[in-house]
């Protein structure tokens, strides 16, 4: 039942990409160019990423990075059963095991806390809406972070918690300290990984959690001293609480009460660009969970007219595609501006694995705000 961190599987994903001849795939495929037009595609990456490398060979390192990221990139494109595209990203020039140094999990620090699974609204049979977008709330979901040189998901996932329930709740918006998260814990330095819910005990123990402007983010992994004694508080939470793996039950308490944090398997976010991913359990292991973000809303696509299909069988109703609105921590530069959609209903990639969100009002006191369609 812990989680633990593993960039070597990441790493037998690569392994399993190479085994099957990254050269000759490439030009296989159309994602996979000539040698010119791979360089000129690299070119291009390290223009719009403001890439540089230092020595010539750190150079065609990185290019034959690139190279092996686009074909892995196509092995998920042909894996996905939604809609998502895969292709390149700011991250299109690590290898899997750096990449997973910086944004997976580095260690498991300690248990899930006991605690029960709360069931969610009062009435189960209340309806859920069709949709729900919580980013229109003005204020109420902070700008996208980059955890940058640090690897803090789940202070940053819980730190986005914290502050949509503030500005749904009371009309407050506030951003919160990431980096009295990390250096507050009852493990040491949170760049090395951590839980949600530890940044939520956090809170707990210093009654409450500075502003981002009084104790900024600093992405770095040296450690620093907690100066939670010394700090002003701008937010504090009641206590925290598990969701039930539900995924309906999930969007309802997500649109009566708010936004929640999930811990998913990001195996497929590291080279994803847009659209909903949608995976099976052999494809993206659902009990694998190393990334922490913030769930924000819930929708369906139902624009894609699967061409030839609807021509052959236009009485039928056209596809639609459930999605859960993440938010990530990776800079505004990656994915659909900073966020992701993953499939609802299939718990895609172990998304019901861990739904936790602080509490900031009694139980069952609704906010102020309802969740936009
Ligand atoms: C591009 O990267 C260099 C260092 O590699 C940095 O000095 C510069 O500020 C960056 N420019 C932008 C626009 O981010
Ligand atoms: C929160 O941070 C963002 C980005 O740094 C900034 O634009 C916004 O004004 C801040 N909000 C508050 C209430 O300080
Ligand atoms: C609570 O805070 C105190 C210092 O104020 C610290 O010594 C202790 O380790 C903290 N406990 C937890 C569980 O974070």
Known sequence: MALTAHPSCL???LVAGLAQGIRGSLTAQDLGPQPLELKEAFKF?????NRSYLTPEEHARRLDIFAHNLAQAQQLQEEDFGTAEFGVTPFSDLTEEEFGQLYGHRRAAGGVPGMGRVVGPEEPEESVPH??????????????RNQGNCNCC???????NIEALWGINFLKFVNVSVQELLDCGRCGNGCYGGYVWEAFLTVLNNSGVASERDYPFRANFRPHRCHAKTSNKVAWIQDFIFLPDNEQRIAQYLATYGPITVTINMKYLKLYQKGVIKASPTTCDPQFVDHSVLLVGFGSDKSEGMGAETVSSP?????STPYWILKNSWGAQWGEEGYFRLHRGSNTCGITKYPVTARVQKPNV????????
């Open 45 to 49: 990456f390290q223009r719009q990423f």
């Open 315 to 319: 009485s039928r109703h056209p596809r």
């Open 366 to 373: 609704k906010p102020q705000l309802s969740c936009p369609p």
């Open 11 to 13: 790493l037998a994903l």
């Open 154 to 160: 789940w202070a940053m996932a819980a730190a986005g």
């Open 131 to 144: 949709t729900c977008d919580w980013r229109k709330v003005a204020g109420a979901i902070s700008s996208i």
